[in-house]
């Protein structure tokens, strides 16, 4: 209890203590301001009431409400200080968390257990529903791997009786629930390797590479296509045998998506051979302009690494409804930046933003963050405004920052945390700054 008050800072935090913000701000006004050694008596003063309503909004005997009226009033007297800041990260950690928390609960209630895992695992350990959270994923995840044995025991059987289709989709659900990579991946090679047998590619195997988007693909390594090696082969013969191995991948793992976006067209090289890349393009449009590119292993590096760092920092989207540069354009006749719009790509791009700077989420988990309907609400082009223009952050550190929370603090392995930064289902890094991450870990 502090006593004496013929100190004015003293007398702020009298008045704080017992409540009465608004008094202790107009004190401060009259009293404190401009003092820098009362200003700063304050500041120390308030780090402790703002972790007491931190403690009271995180335990529910406050509103969301009630704690930014609370820090727009010391905000007011002592500003953005660390002090606040640190506050101020602080809260948006534990609304996260509890928007997590409720999105796996409502999850869970309607059956979408893998849903509820991954809403579960986005609640903090400072969060008074961790413990909870955390019984509720240890029950969905026996649940989930004792239903993917199952079915992973029956993709077996419909491999063996050449269902490949029927075999990939129930060991996607498979994967789906347990979250097992390794023998997702290991499964999907085998059945590439059969569809390319069937197409008479040589001693087919299937490896993974990376796409245009630094993103895991396929690529198939072989010896050759019916007894001959690919350099000894005309391009006419390895597109024709490409498009042919192409139908029937497209059929099993994707036959409602795009035929042109089926194994062609998504990776960097499609067949390797005898230490060349084989880059078949094929027109689907016209049919004219088939051509086959061939890369030495050199090249081929450099290709992918161009191609990465180019999706990695696309050139600037400008959301529909603006002229070229965005929202900050001027037109003649009007500011851009005055209307109800603008305000809304800026919000989006300031909330964007401290996901994450404070939160490190990647750049596809921000975008999912700002646009979903259990998150911030905001419209595609608002959110797609919000990542061009977050030029600033950096990515590979955040992937590191992820990578080092799930090694410390939950003992992962450092293949099971390149799977959890990469997976869809997880933090949805890409492959490139996954590995930033693993390789920096100490």
Partial sequence: MLTGCGNPAEEVLKEIETGDAAKAQQIYEKKVSGDSSAEKMVEDGLAPVLETILEQYNTGDVTKDYVNQQFDIYRSMIGETATFVDAEKCLLELETSKKNFEKGIEFQTAGDTISAYNSFSGVIETDVNYETAKGYMEAIQ???????????????????????????????????????????????????????????????????????????????????????????????????????????????FDPYGSLSSSFGNTTIGDFYCAGKWYDIRIDDSFGKNDYVEVYSESEQQERVKANVTAAENPVPHSP???????????????????DSGSQEYQNALTKGLKYANQLFMSKQ?????????????????????????????????????????????????????YDQLTSSYGEQFTSSQAQYAIDHLE
């Fill in 142 to 252: 026996k649940q989930n791997n004792e239903q993917a044995q199952v079915l992973m025991a029956q993709a077996e059987e419909l491999f063996e009786q050449q269902k490949y289709q029927d075999a990939f989709n129930t060991a996607q659900k498979a994967y789906k629930l347990s979250g097992d990579n390794v023998k997702y991946e290991d499964f999907s090679r085998k059945i590439i390797e059969c569809l390319a047998t069937q197409c008479e590619i040589q001693n087919p195997e299937a490896i993974q590479t990376e796409d245009m988007r630094g993103r895991q693909a396929w690529c198939l390594r072989c010896d050759g296509i019916n007894g001959v090696n690919l350099n000894e082969l005309s391009d006419k013969q390895i597109i024709k045998t490409f498009k042919e191995f192409r139908e029937i991948y497209h059929r099993t």
């Fill in 320 to 338: 529909s409804g603006w002229t070229t540069g965005g929202p900050s354009t001027k037109n003649s006749d009007e500011d851009s930046v005055s």
């Fill in 365 to 417: 988990a921000v975008y999912d963050q700002l646009t979903s309907s259990y998150g911030e609400g905001f419209s595609e082009d608002a959110a797609q405004y919000a990542i061009d223009h977050m030029t600033d952050v950096d990515w590979n550190a955040n992937a590191l920052e992820k990578a080092k929370q799930y090694y410390y603090k939950m003992d992962m392995s450092k293949k099971a945390i």
